[in-house]
C-alpha cells in the first residue's frame, strides 16, 4: 500500500519508503492530542460556566458525564463501523463532527443546549479516537510500531499537562469577552485542518472480512447506562424520588436482557457488540473490573477537586491549572518508566504498586485539607498530586498489556475495545456518584464565608470515596497475570495471543480524565 487512496487490511501495512505515512501519523495524533486536551480542559473551565450561564449543579455533571456516557456507548460501535466501512472515512466523519458539536458548544445559548452539544460531542469523539489506533496499525510495521507508540505516550503526558493550563489561560484571559467558550471554539481550526490533511495523506484500511453491526446491543448498553446515571445525578436535587431507584434497579434488568441477547447474537451471526466469552479468561475479566472501577475514581476525584479549588478555596482557573502541573508531569513520568523498566521484571506488581502509591496520595491530601482547611495552598498540594500522579502513571500505561496477555488472538480487537468503553463507563459513572459524595456532604446555601469549610469537608468525604475504590482496585489485580504474556522470558516480541494475525492491537490510550 503506498498510495493514499489504495485499501489495505490490517497485515499489509504501508511500504515503509512512503514518508506520508508520517504525515498521517502526524495528523491521528493530533486528532488523539484534540479528545485528551478537551477532556481535561472542560473541567478546569466548569465554575466558570457554572458562574457565567447559572447552571445547575446536575447539569454541571452533565456537561461531563454527558460526553463520558455517550464517548463509551460509541466507542466499540466506532470500532465496529471503522472496520466495517473504513477507517479513514470513519475517523473524517468523527473529526467533522467533533468540530461541528465544538462549536455548538461554543456557542450554546443557555446549559441545556450545552449539555446537548457536549453529548454530541463525545458521540463523535467516539467515531473518531478508535481509528487511530487501527490506522496506525494498519499503516506501520510491528518493527515500527515501538517508536510510534512511543511518541503516542508523548501526545497523551503533552494533553494531560497541556489540557488544564491551556483551559485555564483560554478563561482567565477572557479573548473577545467570549469568557469560557474558546476553550471549546479553539478546536475549529484544529478540526478543520485535521479533515483537510486526513484526506490527503491518510491510506484508507478495513477489516478483512465483512463484519455486522449490533444496533440492538447499542441500544441496550445506552438504555441501561441511562436508567443508572440519570437518577443518580438527578436524584439529590430531587429528593431522591421513587422513580429514581426504580429506574436504577431497572438498569440492571435491562443488562441482564444485554447478556441474553449478545449470547443469542453469537450463536446466530458471530457478530455481537460484546463477546461474553472473554470474560471466561480470569485475567481478562478482572482487569475489566479493574478498569470499570478506576474509571469511577478519576471521574469522582478530578470533577470534585476543580471544585474544591474554584468554587470552595475561590482559586482563579489560572491557579488551578497552575496546581495541577506537578500531577500530570508525575504521570507522564511514571508512564514511561513503568512500561519501559520497571513492569519487564516485575509485572503486576508494578500496578500495584501504583494503586497503593496513588492512596497514599489520596491519604496526604485528606490530612493536608483537614490541617490546613481554607488556607492552604499550591505548594502544600504539590506533594500529595505528585505522589498520586505517580501512582496512577503506574496504573495507565501498563495495564491493557496485562489485560489482554491471556486473550485469545481473534477476540483481541473486541477486548481491546471493551477495556476503553468499561474505563469510559466507570468514569461517566463516577461523576454521577459526585452527587452522593460531594453534593450530598456539602450544603450550598451556607454564608459565603462558611463555603471554604463545606466544600473542605466534602473534598474529604470525596477522597475517602477515591480512597476505597484504590483499595478495591488493589486486590482485584491479584487476579492479573504476575507478568504478561510478552514480558515471560523467552517470548518473542511476535508471540502471545496479543500479536500477530488480523487482529493485532497496539497499546491502549489512557483515558486521564472525563
Not at 5 to 14: A, I, L, R, Y
Not at 226 to 254: I, K, Q, S
Amino acid at each position: 500500500m503506498t498510495s493514499p487512496s489504495t485499501t489495505s487490511v490490517p497485515g499489509t501495512p504501508v511500504a515503509t519508503g512512503d514518508r506520508r505515512r508520517w504525515f498521517a501519523l502526524a495528523i491521528v495524533m493530533t486528532a488523539a492530542f484534540m479528545d485528551l486536551v478537551d477532556v481535561t480542559i472542560v473541567n478546569i473551565a466548569i465554575p466558570s460556566i457554572q458562574r457565567n450561564e447559572g447552571a445547575s449543579l446536575s447539569q454541571i455533571q452533565w456537561i461531563t458525564a454527558g460526553y463520558a456516557l455517550a464517548f463509551a456507548a460509541g466507542l466499540i460501535t466506532g470500532g465496529r463501523l471503522g472496520d466495517i466501512h473504513g477507517r479513514k472515512r470513519l475517523f473524517l466523519i468523527g473529526i467533522t463532527g467533533f468540530t461541528i458539536a465544538s462549536a455548538l458548544c461554543g456557542f450554546a445559548v443557555n446549559p441545556e443546549m450545552l449539555v446537548a452539544s457536549r453529548i454530541l460531542q463525545g458521540g463523535m469523539a467516539a467515531m473518531m479516537v478508535p481509528q487511530v489506533l487501527s490506522i496506525v496499525h494498519a499503516t506501520f510495521p510491528a518493527h515500527e510500531r515501538g517508536k510510534v507508540f512511543g511518541l503516542f505516550g508523548m501526545v497523551v503526558g503533552l494533553g494531560a499537562v497541556s489540557g488544564p493550563l491551556l483551559g485555564a489561560l483560554l478563561t482567565e484571559w477572557n479573548i473577545f469577552g467570549l469568557q469560557w467558550r474558546p476553550i471549546f471554539l479553539i478546536n475549529l481550526p484544529v478540526g478543520i485542518v485535521g479533515l483537510l490533511l486526513g484526506r490527503k495523506f491518510i491510506a484508507e484500511s478495513r477489516a478483512p472480512r465483512a463484519l455486522k453491526l449490533d444496533l440492538v446491543g447499542v441500544v441496550l448498553v445506552s438504555l441501561g447506562l441511562l436508567m443508572l446515571l440519570y437518577p443518580l445525578t438527578r436524584g439529590r436535587e430531587l429528593d431522591w424520588p421513587v422513580w429514581g431507584y426504580v429506574m436504577m434497579a431497572g438498569a440492571f434488568v435491562v443488562f441482564g436482557a444485554l447478556i441474553a441477547y449478545e449470547k443469542w447474537k453469537a450463536a446466530k451471526d458471530g457478530s455481537p457488540l460484546v463477546e461474553l466469552s472473554l470474560f471466561k479468561v480470569k485475567s481478562f475479566a478482572a482487569g475489566i473490573a479493574v478498569q470499570t472501577v478506576f474509571g469511577i475514581a478519576l471521574g469522582i476525584f478530578f470533577l470534585v477537586w476543580t471544585l474544591y479549588m474554584q468554587v470552595g478555596l475561590g482559586w482563579t482557573a489560572l491557579r488551578a491549572g497552575v496546581t495541577g502541573v506537578p500531577f500530570s508531569i508525575a504521570v507522564s513520568a511514571a508512564a514511561g518508566i513503568s512500561v519501559q523498566k520497571l513492569v519487564p521484571r516485575f509485572g503486576r506488581k508494578v500496578l500495584q504498586t501504583g494503586a497503593l502509591t496513588m492512596a497514599a496520595g489520596v491519604l496526604i491530601y485528606i490530612w493536608e485539607a483537614d490541617r490546613y482547611g481554607a488556607d492552604i495552598t499550591s505548594w502544600q498540594m504539590a506533594l500529595p498530586l505528585a505522589v498520586m500522579g505517580i501512582g496512577m502513571g503506574l496504573i495507565v500505561a501498563p495495564i491493557t498489556d496485562a489485560v489482554l496477555s491471556d486473550v485469545p488472538q481473534e477476540h483481541a480487537g473486541s477486548a481491546s475495545g471493551l477495556i476503553n468503553t468499561v474505563q469510559q463507563m466507570g468514569n461517566a459513572l463516577g461523576l454521577g456518584l459526585v452527587s452522593v459524595a460531594f453534593f450530598g456532604v456539602i450544603d450550598e446555601h451556607v454564608a459565603p464565608n462558611r463555603i471554604p469549610a463545606e466544600f473542605a469537608d466534602g473534598f474529604q468525604n470525596a477522597l475517602w470515596w477515591v480512597m476505597g475504590v484504590l483499595v478495591v482496585i488493589f486486590l482485584l489485580m491479584f487476579a492479573l497475570p504476575a507478568k504478561p504474556r510478552q514480558h515471560v522470558e523467552g517470548a518473542g516480541p511476535d508471540e502471545g495471543p496479543v500479536s500477530g494475525g488480523d487482529d493485532e492491537i497496539p497499546v491502549q490510550e489512557p483515558a486521564l480524565t472525563s
